[in-house]
Structure formats: structure tokens, C-alpha cells
Antibody
Framework: QVQLVESGGGVVQPGRSLRLSCEAS????????MHWVRQAPGKGLEWVTG????????DYADSVQGRFTISRDNSKNTVYLQMSSLRAEDTAIYYC???????????????WGQGTMVTVSS | DIQLTQSPSFLSASVGDRVTITCRAS??????LAWYQQKPGKAPKLLIY???TLQSGVPSRFSGTGSGTEFTLTVSSLQPEDFATYYC?????????FGPGTKVDIK
């Protein structure tokens, strides 16, 4: 069964760090770019960051640039999100998603995890 | 950054209704657009990619059109399981922005 399972969420104080993990099963992540998308309570979806299939390229939303780092360990079939200098506005459900090239140049996020909640509060 | 707007932001409809949601991009994105459906407490689900290609397993009552800056998602005959929030996403340029969402509720 193809799936993504996030872990590592929890309650953390402002200014502290947290690392999220996203473990894939049923497919090999080394063939895919991977992304993190978050959703604040009652709000819409916000793309956070993405990493290329081999880890050579990463991109970040301005809101997390310099504070968050995405990485991957293809041997463990796992993607990570290292979050530092956390702020209250980082409170959200964090989803991991697979970037699937459906037809040559066109891609989309076809597999999503169930999400892990991060709450930044003192 | 490319901004996406969606209209309407909220839609009240009945089972069997034809529903259309519009997504507009702040600059041309060719057909690099996807549509997702999200139900409360669940992860988003891919419905359409490349602006108009139906994802495998998605009912044919869903369809997408458009290119450049204007796109539409249509549900030809709304079913009870279609009441949800719908998001568009551009995959032309990083950051891969999402639209603000359209909530489809039961009239």
C-alpha cells in the first residue's frame, strides 16, 4: 500500500526547534520530489518546502526561509523537516506529499500523509 | 510569487446541482495547475492535474478547463460525498502556491 506517515509533531515553545519525519511505504522516494505543506487551524493550505528526488535542490516559502530545512534519506525512504526558531504562526498541521510527474512535464501532489500537528506555544 | 484567487470562496448547493469554481493566477502558468478536494480532518486529495486531466479513480463528474491565467473546476452533478473544500495549486514556479479554497456546503 502506497502511503506516507508523518511523525514528530507536538507542543513546543517559541524559539525552540522540532524535527518532523515522513516515512514512505509502498514506493521508493528516490524517484520522486517530496514536499511539506501546512495548514493552520481553520485556514487554507500553504506550501512550505520541497526537495528534488536526489536532494540536490530545495526550495522554501519566504515565511520559513532560513528557519526550516528539508532533507531526505533515500536509504531510509524518509523525508525530514527541521524547524528552528519556531513562532506561534508556525502552528499548523504539517503534511508530507509526493510530487508525481503524471505526464512528462506536468506534476501534482498525488500522495499525502495524514499530517502531524505542531503547536508553538509557551 | 504567483498569487492564486478562487471564486466563490463559499458556495451553497444541492445534490444534483452543477457547480463551477474559478481559479485565477496573477500571471500565466500555462497548464501547470492542479485541483484538490479536502474534507474535514482529512488530507487533501488530488482530483485534476495539468489543468484538465482527471486523476485515476476520480469520478468523471469532475472536470477541469483552462490555461494561462484562468481555470475552472466543474462538478456536473453534485453528490453528497462532494461537499468539501476545493483548492487549486500552481506548479509552474516555486513557491507552489495554493488558492485560498472554496467551501462547498449543503443548501
Amino acid at each position: 500500500q502506497v502511503q506516507l506517515v508523518e511523525s514528530g509533531g507536538g507542543v513546543v515553545q517559541p524559539g525552540r526547534s522540532l524535527r518532523l519525519s515522513c516515512e514512505a511505504s509502498g514506493f521508493t522516494i528516490s524517484n520522486f520530489g517530496m514536499h511539506w505543506v501546512r495548514q493552520a487551524p481553520g485556514k487554507g493550505l500553504e506550501w512550505v518546502t520541497g526537495i528534488s528526488y536526489d536532494g540536490s535542490n530545495q526550495d522554501y516559502a519566504d515565511s520559513v526561509q532560513g528557519r526550516f530545512t528539508i532533507s531526505r534519506d533515500n536509504s531510509k525512504n524518509t523525508v525530514y523537516l527541521q524547524m528552528s526558531s519556531l513562532r506561534a504562526e508556525d502552528t499548523a498541521i504539517y503534511y508530507c506529499a509526493r510530487d508525481w510527474f503524471a505526464s512528462g512535464i506536468f506534476d501534482a501532489f498525488d500522495i499525502w500523509g495524514q499530517g502531524t500537528m505542531v503547536t508553538v506555544s509557551s | 510569487d504567483i498569487q492564486l484567487t478562487q471564486s466563490p470562496s463559499f458556495l451553497s448547493a444541492s445534490v444534483g446541482d452543477r457547480v463551477t469554481i474559478t481559479c485565477r493566477a496573477s500571471q500565466g502558468i500555462s497548464s501547470f495547475l492542479a485541483w484538490y478536494q479536502q474534507k474535514p480532518g482529512k488530507a487533501p486529495k488530488l482530483l485534476i492535474y495539468a489543468a484538465s486531466t482527471l486523476q485515476s479513480g476520480v469520478p468523471s463528474r469532475f472536470s477541469g478547463t483552462g490555461s494561462g491565467t484562468e481555470f475552472t473546476l466543474t462538478v456536473s452533478s453534485l453528490q453528497p460525498e462532494d461537499f468539501a473544500t476545493y483548492y487549486c495549486q500552481q506548479l509552474d514556479t516555486y513557491p507552489f502556491t495554493f488558492g485560498p479554497g472554496t467551501k462547498v456546503d449543503i443548501k
